[in-house]
């Protein structure tokens, strides 16, 4: 069954990877398990593997995912769970336990690249996010683990202000002691960044195209750069909030996708159509920062038990499969880029 399901689930991927270039690095694919009939985490591993997806998101330290992805080269983004984030920023030796179960245990077979310390956390809690980053950076440099980022995930309301860019500014106090931490690491900031969501609460303002990176006549015009698409405008925002915080520090896009039901403008069409330009977008980085632009499509899966809008549970970038299911010897489908297969 699970089989059958990742063979179904990856031949309705094909149509929306089948252009990422050769060689790119930088696209990665989150995986979230809110969802009901899910294959096994290694049949998940198995499916970034043959479709050359080489980085992945996960949401909590799911022990069976990385054993998973024990030798696999896939970079992992992985999220301490919201409700551990106050336990960790207690005491340094909450994080080096979590580090030493969740990490070093892993060590060197799964290739880890970042720790988000929460995600989109908001309210009181947020107090908790600076010293579990510090508690987590002085354990791992305690256990002599290097190359680990430690960084926290937000959304675009930790700004004040979005449009034009150059405006961007970030809110709350916070936001400052964040910064100062990963500009002293070198870790990026990390940001879930939705234009389908702007999209959907502004529709009088803001063009469909200009959402979904079609041609449009819609333009923001700024200072230095006028915007044809909306995921720049956005996306510049928050490195204005970070220039005007002092620091180049860099941004990882850890979320971005585009609902296939469930709201305006949600269809499988656009969600294939926003997550295709998006991929092949961020190569280019923004106006702002020219360097690619590191990036984690959201998701992997549809998660129908995700509390929330009902576009929150339709973010899978293989919408609507209804292909039918694939030989049980051809279970994995292979795209150009794949390489050898089973
Ligand atoms: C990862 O794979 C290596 C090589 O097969 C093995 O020695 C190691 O025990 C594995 N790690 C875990 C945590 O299972
Ligand atoms: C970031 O690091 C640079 C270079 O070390 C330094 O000049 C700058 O003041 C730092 N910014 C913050 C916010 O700590
Ligand atoms: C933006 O477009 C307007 C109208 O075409 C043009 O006058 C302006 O110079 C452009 N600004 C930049 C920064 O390119």
Redesign the pocket.
Known sequence: MAYQRAASVLAAMMVLFASIPTGVQSTGVCYGVHGDGLPSAADVVQLYKSNGITAMRIYVPDVQTLLALNGTNIGVLMDVADENVPRLAASVSAASDWVKINIQRYLPGVSFRYIAVGNEITGSATQSIVPAMKNLNAALSAAGITGIKVSTAVRMDVLSASSPPSFGRFKDGYMKDV??VI??TGAPLLLNVYPYFAYAGDTKNIDLDFALFQPSSQVIRDDSFNYTNLFDAMVDAVYKGLMH???DAPIVISESGWPSDGGVGASADNARTYNQNLINHVGKGTPYRSQPLETYVFSMFNENRKPGAETEKHLSVAPRTTLSVAPRTKRFVCLPTCGTQT
């Open positions: 910064v100062a500009n002293s915080a002092n620091t």
